[in-house]
């Protein structure tokens, strides 16, 4: 048998890049027995996050998903509430507003951008105005390192006075109109989930303009403890802070994001350069407003025109030893929120049955990329 070494080495969609500075931040977390979810680094991970996006404060938690949970709270989402969210997005997006017993509304994407279409929730907006059933929040998704077009989105909920939370998990380093999104609602969410832009293995943070709302997250986030030498309780709690040793390994992260943010975006041009004259093949555009991050570099593949579907080219590279992955299944086709209300949903579905997410680490090399555009184009017989 002769060795191929190029089906030996597997290439991940998006996998842990370390600068090595984490691991001296670990060592003071150890050196110092802060060994807690709370503790220096904790503190110094959240002034420098809320720097690095220029937010006002921030809350350093266990997940991305917990800081959605705490957002909706503190949105003072009930039981009952609507929550307006955008159908194409990953689950932990929805599955805190079912935490909190309310009912996601699910509104389509716009082809732009591939976020929440900002047309269709003005319009659902108004109409819920007029029948008296505005819902108690909005949560609008950046998908995979781009801004939603929030300008229209922010004057549709302030218009109506409903709470905007941002879930900017995916979409760390990106700008609109100069800022960072996730810093323009009352709330935005990130993550630092193992395959994210930057990673503390699990880890997420909540961000507000408004001090109190990130003192209140930080003590509904630790057991909802009443100021009291002995443990009082007037409200539930939650265990959702961030331990030091990953905080610690944040901020080696934080000082490389500009860094993997560049890597990130060489790989979207380098498949944009190299796929541009394959027919079918078409990148996720860059809207007009701000800078993509390219955290991950998703592409759509028209089968009439490329000569084969999303799921050759996928079982194509993945017989290659290479990982890629279907955009997300919007969340109005999941069997488990089917029971809920959608507001259009066939761009979503139609991104959904045409995109695939192609290998984006900031890790990879340029004989990786060329590797995964070569098995591309040779699973149509292209050259
Ligand atoms: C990763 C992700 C989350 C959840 O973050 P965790 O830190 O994994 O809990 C939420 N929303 C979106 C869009 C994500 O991609």
């Known amino acids: 048998m002769t060795a191929n070494t ?37 503190d110094a991970f959240e002034r420098e996050m809320a720097a690095a996006v220029g937010a006002g404060h921030a809350a350093a938690l266990s997940s991305g998903t ?54 269709l929730l003005a319009d659902e907006l108004d109409s819920r105005a007029r029948a008296g059933r505005l819902p108690k929040a909005v949560m609008v998704v950046h998908l995979y390192g781009q801004s939603a077009d929030l ?19 995916e979409a760390l380093g990106a700008t609109y109109r100069g800022r960072s999104p996730g810093t323009i609602g009352t709330m935005g969410v990130y993550s630092f989930n193992g395959n994210k832009v930057i990673t503390t293995s699990g880890g997420g943070m909540l961000v507000s303009d408004d001090a109190d709302l990130i003192a209140r997250a930080r003590k509904l986030a630790t057991q909802a403890r009443e100021p009291a030498p002995h443990y009082e309780h007037a409200e539930i709690g939650y265990n959702y802070r961030l331990s030091n040793v990953l905080a610690a390994i944040g901020r080696g992260q934080l000082e490389v994001l500009e860094e993997r943010v560049t890597a990130r975006q060489r790989n979207a041009a380098y ?70 209300e959608s507001v259009g949903g066939d761009v979503a579905a139609d991104l959904f049955e045409h995109g695939l997410c192609l290998p984006s680490g900031s890790n990879l090399c340029e004989s990786d990329l060329e590797r995964v555009v070569t098995i591309i184009r040779e699973s149509v017989g292209l050259g």
């Open 66 to 119: 917990a800081a959605i949970h705490l957002a909706l709270l503190l949105a003072g989402v009930e039981s009952g509430d609507d929550v307006i969210v955008s159908t194409l997005t990953f689950s932990a997006s929805v599955n805190p507003i079912i935490y909190c017993g309310a009912k996601p509304v699910f509104i389509d994407s716009e082809y732009e951008s591939w976020n929440m279409n900002p047309a």
């Open 271 to 340: 498949y944009q350069a190299a796929l541009s004259d394959t027919p079918g093949i078409a990148i996720q555009p860059e809207a007009s407003w701000g800078t993509h991050a390219r955290w991950l570099t998703c592409i759509t593949i028209d089968p009439a025109e490329f000569g084969a579907d999303r799921e050759h080219v996928r079982l194509a590279l993945e017989a290659q030893n290479i990982e890629s992955r279907p955009v997300w299944k919007p969340m109005h086709l999941q069997p488990v929120f089917a029971e809920y």
């Open 6 to 42: 190029t089906k030996t080495t597997r290439i991940y969609l998006s996998s842990p890049h370390m600068s090595g500075r984490e691991l001296e931040y670990v060592q003071d977390a150890f050196a110092t027995n802060w060994i807690a979810p709370l503790g220096p680094h904790v």
């Open 151 to 169: 300008d229209p989105i922010v004057a549709a909920c302030q218009r109506h006075g409903v709470t905007l939370i941002e879930d900017a998990a």
